[in-house]
C-alpha cells in the first residue's frame, strides 16, 4: 500500500468515450481506501474529476456510474468474442453517437457541418455539448466543489493565444461552464467564452496535464497517479483504420512523453540544489486498447466498451498500487513508475491471429 503520509493527486486525460478507464481506476483507488488531495483533469477527464470533487467521498462511485449508465448507448453488450463482429460492432456504435449524439453530454448543432455547403452560413463546430451542462450541474455540487475540501483545477487552452489556462479552486471558484470549455475539443465542439478569452479543450497541446502538479513548488512528498488514455504502444497496425487509430494516439500521447522527460530533468537538478527536498513519485497507468478498438473508439459509447474500459481502469490501479508496493523508491527525487507492457496488448496479437479463444 503506498504511503499515505504524502499528498496525493490524481491527474486524469482526455479521451471522450474512453474516459470510462478514469471511474475505473478511481474506484479501485477508493476500494484501497485512498482518497486524492487533488485532482487535475482535462476534457472528459476534468468531467471525471468535478464529479469527484463536487461529491462526498461516499457518493462519488454512484454518481461516475450515473454518469456513464447516462452517456452509454442502450443498446446489448456485445453477444460475441469474435474480433471482426466486434469490431463492427463498436464501429456501427460510433456512427450511432455521431449520427444521434448522445442527449446527456452532445447533440447535433445547426447549421454544423451543413455549413461546409456555399449557401449555407458560416459555423465553428459539428456539435453542440451544452447538455453536458445539465448533466454536470445534477451530478456536481459546485458549492462542495469549490469549498476545497479536494482541490480542482481545470485545463483549457485558449483559441487565440494558444497559451494553457488552468482553472483552480485553490484560486477561483470554477463554475460548470470552466468544464465545459475543457471539453470543447475543436472542429467537434464550439469554443467557450469565459472571462474575455476563448477557450477550448487542451488535447491536441497537452492531453495529460501534468504541469500544474510537478511545477508548484513543494514543502511534503507526493504520489501522482496519471490515468492516461492514450499508449504510446500499441502492435504493429495492419489495416487502414489500425493506422488511423495508432495516428491518433500518437497524437495525444506525445505531449506526455515529453512532459515526463522534463520533469525528469528538472528534478533532478532540484534534487542537486537541495538533496532534502521533497520527492515526488508518479505512477503512470495507460490504457491499451483490444484489438476490437477502432480509430473512432472516442465515440464508440457502445456498453460492452464502457464496461471493459471501466474494467480495464480498476485491473490496472490494482496492479499499479501493487507495483508501488513492491519496493521502495531509490534515491532520486522525482521516481517514475508505469506498468509493464500490458497485457491486452499482448492479447491484442493473439486475438488477430486466433480470435476464436479470446473474449473482448
Not at 442502450?74 to 466486434?86: F, V
Not at 454536470?136 to 455540487?141: G, T
Not at 470552466?178 to 479543450?201: K, M, N, Q, Y
Not at 508518479?282 to 473512432?296: F, K, M, N, P, S
Request: proline residues 7%; contains cysteine.
Amino acid at each position: 500500500m503506498p504511503d499515505t503520509t504524502r499528498e496525493l493527486a490524481m491527474v486524469f486525460a482526455g479521451g471522450n468515450a474512453v474516459g470510462a478507464y478514469h471511474a475505473g481506476a478511481y474506484e479501485a483507488l477508493h476500494d484501497h481506501g485512498l482518497r486524492p488531495d487533488w485532482v487535475v483533469g482535462a476534457s472528459i477527464g476534468a468531467v471525471t474529476a468535478a464529479i469527484i470533487a463536487g461529491n462526498a467521498p461516499e457518493d462519488r462511485i454512484a454518481k461516475l456510474a450515473e454518469f456513464w449508465n447516462e452517456a452509454t448507448q442502450g443498446t446489448g453488450s456485445s453477444p460475441t468474442a469474435l474480433l471482426k463482429p466486434r469490431q463492427i460492432y463498436n464501429g456501427l456504435h460510433a456512427l450511432l453517437t455521431l449520427a444521434w449524439g448522445r442527449p446527456s453530454i452532445f447533440r447535433h448543432r445547426l447549421p454544423g457541418l451543413w455549413s461546409a455547403l456555399p449557401w449555407m452560413p458560416d459555423d465553428v463546430a459539428l456539435f453542440d455539448n451544452t447538455p453536458l451542462l445539465r448533466t454536470l450541474e445534477r451530478l456536481v455540487d459546485f458549492e462542495r466543489l469549490n469549498r476545497g475540501g479536494t482541490r480542482l483545477t481545470v485545463s483549457c487552452v485558449d483559441v487565440e493565444t494558444g497559451e494553457e489556462v488552468y482553472f483552480d479552486t485553490a484560486r477561483k471558484v470554477i463554475r460548470p461552464e470552466h468544464i465545459l470549455a475543457s471539453t470543447a475539443i475543436l472542429p467537434a465542439f464550439p469554443p467557450v467564452e469565459l472571462d474575455g478569452r476563448v477557450l477550448c479543450d487542451a488535447g491536441y497541446t497537452n492531453n495529460l496535464p501534468l504541469d500544474p502538479v510537478f511545477t508548484e513548488e513543494r514543502d511534503t512528498d507526493l504520489l501522482c497517479i496519471a490515468s492516461d488514455l492514450f499508449s504510446l504502444r500499441a502492435p504493429r497496425p495492419a489495416s487502414l483504420d489500425a493506422v488511423l487509430e495508432r495516428a491518433n494516439d500518437l497524437i495525444f500521447a506525445s505531449a506526455p512523453r515529453r512532459a515526463i522527460a522534463g520533469f525528469r530533468r528538472e528534478y533532478e537538478l532540484r534534487q542537486r540544489l537541495d538533496p532534502k527536498a521533497p520527492a515526488v513519485t508518479l505512477l503512470h497507468l495507460v490504457y491499451q486498447a483490444g484489438a476490437d478498438e477502432l480509430a473512432a473508439k472516442s465515440f464508440d459509447f457502445s456498453p460492452s466498451s464502457i464496461r471493459d474500459r471501466w474494467a480495464a481502469g480498476s485491473r490496472d490501479t490494482v496492479r499499479g498500487l501493487e507495483l508501488l508496493a513492491s519496493g521502495k523508491a531509490g534515491n532520486n527525487s522525482f521516481d517514475y513508475r508505469t506498468l509493464p507492457n500490458s497485457l491486452r496488448a499482448d492479447e491484442a496479437v493473439d486475438r488477430i491471429t486466433s480470435p476464436k479463444r479470446h473474449s473482448p
